[in-house]
């Protein structure tokens, strides 16, 4: 059974920085696509970022603009989202999720089969 649980969230103001970390648990990750999406109230759940578990290789929404990194430590099976310049519009509900690579890198939430609870990110002007 695959586990995400996400940490890190908070109430930070316009220009702050944050790192979401999200563990994975309950299997091998190696062969897996990994990506954080977002969802603000009364918004659909947006693609922000993903990361290839084996090849690090990462893609970005592209609203992003070079202010987000997604990264992964292999030893600990945890991602992280480091989030800079963050802008009110940027709150949102972060969620990380999980979906067996097959070449294809997601960016539809619905492609993805694994989904933590959330961590709250929310940022004032």
């Known amino acids: 059974q695959v586990q995400l649980v996400e940490s890190g969230g908070g109430l930070v103001q316009a220009g702050d920085s944050l790192t979401l970390s999200c563990a994975a648990s309950g299997r091998a990750f190696n062969n897996y696509l990994m990506a954080w999406f977002r969802q603000a109230p009364g918004t659909e759940r947006e693609f922000v970022a993903s990361i290839i578990w084996s090849a690090g290789t990462t893609y970005f929404a592209d609203f992003v603009k070079g202010r987000f990194t997604i990264s992964r430590d292999t030893t600990k099976n945890t991602m992280y989202l480091q989030l800079n310049s963050l802008k009110p519009e940027d709150t949102a509900a972060y969620y990380c999720?999980?979906?067996?690579?097959?070449?294809?890198?997601?960016?539809?939430?619905?492609?993805?089969?694994?989904y933590g609870q959330g961590t709250q990110v929310t940022v004032s002007s």
């Open positions: 999720a999980a979906v067996q690579y097959i070449g294809v890198a997601w960016r539809q939430s619905k492609a993805y089969e694994y």
